[in-house]
């Protein structure tokens, strides 16, 4: 078998980048929609192939996870030697759990229905939750980005008092990870999710004042989290001038203006998902082509990926 790269709509340059990395053509795709808005793709000879379908299912999430799941079929369909679903951002991560009565996790249908369109394995970047992994019925591969980040970070010439804040206790581990690598201390700000937008945060663990903060995240969305963040560490401080890494850039609703009117210095995301216009901020997209390339092709190889792996 030979590997081979299927690439979705979602972010053909990433795709683009895996198989050059790869010294590989993408296999031709075409998606195509019937007038009712159904998807329709088509996709080149992949059979006996060992085929990786690229597809993050960032914003339109149900968008590009139904062209996903489609994709997954068609190469299933198309008598593929072996599918594995290459998600860098997998939406619905998030959905871990049941925070009350009636809700769904989100995170484990997915799950579901990727291994049902065909998926054999999955190959993920950072996922918001470790959980992710338990949820899923077919071996999963979770990748980090943060030595890609780290390795900006150093570029940057961050000054050595400069301390790592995780924004939640949920970014504890990856700002452990950064530390490992950038030999900086962490500090942690404890918050309280008011609604899907707004973030409450009052309490800093860590001593930050007069010193230049790197905030760590895995994802920015609505910016909420990142806000209070910077407030608070201001509040206790903290220098302003600051910068923030996180893998997944999703800047969504209006959260380029909400971070454009705080004092941050660089913000630096990958390019996990296609990026977001945001004339008021200092972005760099740092690639991850190379890292999805180095575990596709050790995938391939059967080969472990074992420094290669998110943290837990």
Known sequence: MTARIVPGTANRPLAGGVGAA????????EVTRFPDGELRPIVGDVRGEDVYVVQPTGPAVNEHLVELLLLLDACRRGGAGRVTAVVPYFGYARQDRRGQAGEAVGGRVMADVLATAGAQRLIVVDPHTAALEA?????????????????????????????????????V???????ALLHRPVAVVRKTRLTGTAVQADEIIGTV???PAVIVDDMIST????????RVLLAHGATPDIVVAATHGLLVADAADRL????????????????IPAPDLS???RPVATLLAEAIGR????KPLDDLMMRT
Do not use: F, S, W
């Open 22 to 29: 790869l010294g590989t053509e993408v296999v031709p795709c």
């Open 135 to 171: 949820m899923c019925g077919v071996p999963a591969e979770m990748l980090t980005a943060v030595p890609v980040l780290a390795e900006a970070l150093t570029a940057m010439a961050i000054p050595d008092e400069a301390i790592l804040v995780a924004p939640d206790l949920g970014a």
């Open 173 to 179: 581990k990856l700002a452990e990870h950064y530390a």
């Open 209 to 211: 004042e007069g010193r």
């Open 223 to 230: 910016g909420g989290t990142i806000e209070a963040a910077i």
């Open 260 to 275: 454009g009117c705080l004092p941050i210095r660089r913000l630096i995301v990958t390019d996990t998902v296609m990026p």
């Open 283 to 285: 972005v760099q997209v």
């Open 299 to 302: 995938a391939h190889q059967n």
